[in-house]
């Protein structure tokens, strides 16, 4: 049972450039989540999502930042027109149900974003 | 306050214990985790305690939990060079995992 897999590992991009970063849950995990992690930092929720609908995003930064969990396919994260401060690293979380049950959140590997 | 409190570094040698503290703020947490990441990597989940337990013990991991003082701890029995990494201490709040700034372990030979 292959963990959860984030793409792609490692993302340059100048700023005003648009990023996409992709999370693939565990199978037969529903419940995704996002955190980003700044240097020297713990990791700060983003965005939590089931299959299709956003169920909370209150950690997301009001502009620039989308994220979808499409009935087909990974999720995504999108940061539009990118800035320096976007540099971070960017967790991807699943369960297979809310978390508040004995379902922890498994983490992948992360994608370092460098904003240049 | 609102944020998960531990201390930021810890220098052990190699073969002793290491404790790890933590301060948490939500009394009605139902787990509390550690996390482990090595550098450039992911988070690896490496133990969590239900919120009516004081003690959970897993090889040479000992959580400890006092729900009065909201104070979580993290023992590593007999120290080794692998366990160098960044230990964060983390609760369960409204669906989202509220975590620590980390404590960077450090293993002296």
């Known amino acids: 049972n292959a963990g959860v897999m984030q793409n792609p590992r490692h993302l340059v991009r100048r700023r005003g450039q648009e990023a996409r970063l992709r999370c693939s849950p565990m199978?037969?995990?529903?419940?995704v989540y996002w955190y980003r992690q700044l240097p020297e930092e713990g990791l700060k929720f983003m965005v939590y999502?089931?299959?299709?609908?956003?169920?909370?995003e209150s950690g997301m930064p009001k502009e620039r930042f989308s994220a979808e969990f499409p009935k087909e396919g990974p999720s995504i994260l999108r940061i539009q027109q990118v800035v320096r401060g976007d540099s971070a690293a960017y967790f991807c979380?699943?369960?297979?149900?809310?978390?508040?049950?004995?379902?922890?959140?498994?983490f992948g590997p992360g994608t370092r974003l460098t904003v240049l | 306050g609102e944020d998960v409190e531990q201390s930021l570094f810890l220098s052990v040698r190699e073969g002793d214990s290491s404790v790890i503290n933590c301060t948490y703020t939500?009394?009605?947490?139902?787990?509390l985790y550690w996390y482990k990441q090595e550098p450039g990597a992911g988070l690896q989940l490496l133990t969590y305690?239900?919120?009516?337990?004081d003690m959970k013990q897993d090889q040479r991991l000992t959580v400890l939990l006092n729900k009065k003082d909201k104070h979580l701890s993290l023992r590593i029995a007999d120290t080794q060079t692998g366990d160098s990494a960044i230990y964060f201490c983390?609760?369960?709040?409204?669906?989202?995992?509220?975590f620590g700034k980390g404590t960077r372990l450090h293993i002296l030979p």
């Open positions: 979380a699943s369960s297979p149900r809310a978390s508040g049950s004995t379902d922890t959140q498994y």
């Open positions: 199978k037969g995990h529903s419940h």
């Open positions: 999502l089931q299959k299709e609908n956003i169920i909370d």
């Open positions: 983390a609760e369960i709040r409204d669906d989202k995992i509220i």
């Open positions: 305690i239900f919120s009516n337990m």
């Open positions: 939500d009394s009605s947490s139902t787990y």
